[in-house]
């Protein structure tokens, strides 16, 4: 007997289901994502930067995350210096044509990044080479270095000061929770730029 095609809904219930799960997961996350998110105040009151790297949808996220902190998120606070290495498509592509593609961010890292700043690799499979050779080159410079991934890791999590797991295998949950998880890591910087403590 041939297997019954999936429908909409299952799929839909599938998905619903599996994301509320690994969100109700996080919670155990807090204290880490507190962590990093304290790691960032400190970096930037010290005059750091924060970068941001990833592929895909994580570089999406990577670029949405530095312009909260250069914009705003949810209060009016000064601007706080981050940047995506993600965007300037000239640098991107040459250092693929010249060198390869593993090596597009580390040489951004290389150029802009100093002891005191925070690089954040974002991989679902935390295995992303391009992404692994920033994280060991921030560190070699003395900045601190965070990994955002999911399942058990990867190759990423022996190269990170801090980290974050999303608890799924799957790439479109694990990104569901990073990015829940970097809002809340934006909530806490900004509400530590922020003069008005009152505000929420
Ligand atoms: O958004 C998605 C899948 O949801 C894709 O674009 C995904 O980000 C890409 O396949 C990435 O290359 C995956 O890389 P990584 O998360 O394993 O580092
Ligand atoms: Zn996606």
């Known amino acids: 007997m041939t297997k019954p095609e999936p429908t909409t809904v299952n799929l839909f219930t599938i998905s619903l289901s599996d994301h509320i799960r690994a969100i109700e997961q996080m919670a155990s996350s807090l204290p880490l994502l507190q962590e990093i998110a304290d790691s960032l105040i400190e970096a930037i009151r010290r005059g750091g930067t924060i970068f941001w790297c990833g592929n895909g949808g994580s570089a999406a996220d990577a670029q949405h995350m530095a312009a909260e902190l250069v914009g705003r ?70 900045a601190y270095t965070v990994a ?24 479109a949950r694990i990104q569901e929770c990073h990015e829940l998880a970097l809002h809340m890591i934006c909530d806490w910087v900004e509400h530590a730029f922020t003069e008005d403590k009152n505000e929420k």
């Open 148 to 171: 955002i991934t999911g399942g058990s890791g990867g190759k990423m999590l022996q190269l990170a000061d801090g980290c974050f797991l999303a608890p799924s295998k799957e790439t």
């Open 73 to 142: 998120f949810r209060r009016e606070r000064r601007s706080l210096a981050s940047l995506a290495l993600t965007t300037d498509t000239s640098i991107l592509t040459a250092l693929a044509n010249d060198y390869s593609y593993d090596y597009v961010f580390v040489r951004q890292v290389e150029s802009l990044c100093r002891k005191g700043d925070v690089l954040i690799g974002i991989s679902t499979s935390g295995n992303s080479a391009n992404v692994c050779n920033a994280l060991q080159k921030a560190k070699e410079i003395g």
